[in-house]
Nanobody, 124 residues
Framework: QVKVVESGGGLVQAGGSLRLSCTTS????????MGWFRQAPGKERERLSG????????YYADAVKGRFTVSRDNPKRTLYLQMNSLKPEDTAMYYC?????????????????WGQGTQVTVSS
């Protein structure tokens, strides 16, 4: 059984930083691309960032480019998202997901395994 668990969310002031972690079990972590998504109340789930299985390819949405950094530690089966210069509009539930393939994909249907999410709240 595949498990994906996010952690590291919380309440932070605008301009602050947080680092999210995502641990996995039950899948061959080093074979799959991983991604971060977020969803704010009343809004659709938004693709934020992703990293290929070997870590060579990354993706960032325009809204977070230059502020967020995705990384992975394959031996630890863990994905990270370093978030700097946080803004109130970054407030959302943040989700980690494992893709079906080793490469990054835009298709939501190809992100197979999802965590329960971790809440990030940025106060102004």
């Amino acid at each position: 059984q595949v498990k994906v668990v996010e952690s590291g969310g919380g309440l932070v002031q605008a301009g602050g930083s947080l680092r999210l972690s995502c641990t996995t079990s039950g899948l061959i972590f080093e074979y799959v691309a991983m991604g971060w998504f977020r969803q704010a109340p009343g809004k659709e789930r938004e693709r934020l960032s992703g990293i290929s299985a070997n870590g060579r390819d990354t993706y960032y949405a325009d809204a977070v480019k230059g502020r967020f950094t995705v990384s992975r530690d394959n031996p630890k089966r863990t994905l990270y998202l370093q978030m700097n210069s946080l803004k109130p509009e970054d407030t959302a539930m943040y989700y980690c997901a494992a893709a079906r393939y080793s490469f990054l994909t835009e298709r939501l249907s190809e992100w197979e395994h999802w965590g329960q999410g971790t809440q990030v709240t940025v106060s102004s």
